[in-house]
């Protein structure tokens, strides 16, 4: 650990952040250890009809209401005092939850979107999460109290058996099919958001993996891209990863002691280097 620390203590480097940043937050992590096997639903499967639409919207709807309302953790505040002072120049997440947003990260890439959005399928017209949250309420009154004890998932969806009775909003401009904003198993995420995370690996000077198992290639390729360029990789995460071989160094544990860590340790060489600013040198100190 004190290695990966001090590799990164000096470097501006960008971060890419998985589930395992927010479980601290409440919100269960797909693939850490212990985690149950969960099959999310792809994307092929969700445009299939509406009863796949309603058995997603249904599960989504009871375990949205309460991903709402959990609250950045140490970790999304110590990522969000490192981007602040300039260390990390761009922040990457897999996660849709929006938590780096909301503890103040100055920049931030959500590569598969944020579960607080809605896109039409039809039209394209976006809206907030919170005004369709709205109108299923409306449309399901009780469906809530009737399942209150279901388990959330780490996507906002829930485990729920029977979705049969509940009524799906259509979009409000054209009718058409409404998904949350975000990357489902089967798309691929946006061409000029993948470059503008290449850009930001590029550009810096190392890069810091947190709370992911690079299961899947879209975060993996980046981890991929700065081992090929020779840049430094420290990635942060309990259990295995698909990315540990390429590592310069591995620290197998949670993240919020060691990103507390370094955002400490970026905070006193900030002070310390504006205090070297301010302090008259010798030569100029009048007699």
Request: a positive charge; one cysteine or more; hydrophobic letters at 35%.
């Amino acid at each position: 650990m004190h290695a990966a620390l001090d590799l990164l203590a000096t470097r501006r480097f960008t971060a890419l952040t998985g589930a395992g940043v927010s479980t601290d937050s409440g919100i269960p992590d797909y693939r850490g250890p212990g985690a149950p096997v969960r099959a999310p639903m792809t994307y092929q499967e969700f445009a299939s009809g509406p009863a796949a639409q309603r058995r997603y919207w249904a599960r989504s709807f009871l375990g949205w209401s309460r991903m709402r309302h959990a609250e950045p953790n140490p970790s999304h505040h110590a990522l969000a005092r490192l981007g602040a002072v300039g260390r990390t120049p761009l922040l990457i997440t897999q996660n849709v939850d929006g938590l780096h947003e909301r503890a103040g990260t100055p920049a931030v890439c959500a590569l598969h979107g944020r579960i607080a959005d809605v896109v039409c399928l039809s039209c394209r017209h976006h809206t907030g999460r919170a005004a369709l949250q709205e109108r299923m309420t409306r449309l399901n009154p009780g469906f809530s109290t009737a399942h209150r004890s279901v388990v959330t998932r780490p996507d906002g969806d829930v485990e729920l058996e029977s979705t049969d009775d509940f009524a799906v909003p259509a979009c409000e401009v054209c009718g058409g099919t409404l998904k949350p904003d975000v990357v489902f198993f089967g798309e691929n995420v946006p061409k000029d958001r993948v470059q503008r995370c290449y850009d930001a690996v590029e550009a810096a000077d190392a890069l810091l993996v947190a709370g992911s198992s690079l299961t899947v290639l879209s975060g993996l390729r980046f981890v991929r891209h700065a081992a090929r360029l020779g840049i430094p990789v420290v990635i942060v995460n309990r259990g295995r990863t698909r990315g540990d071989e390429l590592a310069t160094y591995k620290v197998d544990s949670g993240c919020a002691g060691f990103l507390t860590a370094l955002a400490e340790a970026a905070g006193r060489q900030e002070t310390s280097r504006r205090t070297d600013r301010t302090t008259p040198s010798p030569a100029s100190t009048s007699p």
